[in-house]
């Protein structure tokens, strides 16, 4: 398959929807984590307010954590662990907001974090630019009102086309 091929394939499994609060916001991310396993890397895409923190407390808590998850913006890194159901799981949460360029991260070890023992989420990815692995599962939301949120899954590569046909049938169909 070639990459335009492939390309075209993953955009038509692209997974679109409205939040309509935090708290739908939060389940999303409940049900996506319990979908995801070690080695999983989810970028969070969106401006300042629109809810990529409430979809990481989902998500911990979708692993089981009952750790209580906030933003890492002045600490570039928060790590959790999942519950025991899940082995006490690592869930590193990242945001390089912080981060004026690419350069600034060859020293602080992020590849180990996206390629390791447990799930990534890193918001701001963008400022990762070319580090980023080809293979994630993007979540890019969009402010519509004070409280609804467009929210669009986009996976790259066969393990997150898998994931999103697979959160597709357990979000919305069951």
């Known amino acids: 398959m070639s990459d335009q091929t492939l390309r075209a394939a993953q955009g038509a499994t692209d997974l679109d929807f409205i939040s309509h609060s935090p708290a739908q916001t939060e389940r999303v991310g409940q049900r996506l984590g319990e979908l995801l396993r070690a080695g999983d ?3 969070l895409v969106g401006n300042f307010g629109v ?3 409430h979809l990481a407390k989902g998500v911990a808590r979708g692993l ?3 750790e209580v998850v906030t933003s890492p913006s002045f600490v ?3 790590e959790y662990r999942a519950g025991a159901p899940r082995g006490g799981l690592p869930i590193y949460h990242v945001d390089l907001y912080r981060i004026a360029e690419e350069g600034e991260l060859a020293t602080i070890g992020l590849e180990e974090l996206w390629a390791g ?4 989420l890193v918001e701001w ?5 070319r580090l980023l692995p080809d293979a994630h599962l993007a979540v890019h939301m969009q402010h519509l009102s004070e409280t609804k949120r467009r929210v ?3 996976p790259h590569g066969p393990r997150y086309v898998e994931l999103v046909t697979t959160f597709k ?3 919305f169909n069951g």
């Open 41 to 43: 890397l989810v970028l």
């Open 51 to 53: 809810g990529k923190t």
């Open 64 to 66: 089981g954590s009952d």
């Open 76 to 78: 570039l890194v928060n």
């Open 117 to 120: 023992d447990g799930v990534c």
């Open 125 to 129: 990815p963008e400022r990762a630019g």
């Open 152 to 154: 669009r899954l986009a």
């Open 169 to 171: 049938g357990t979000a």
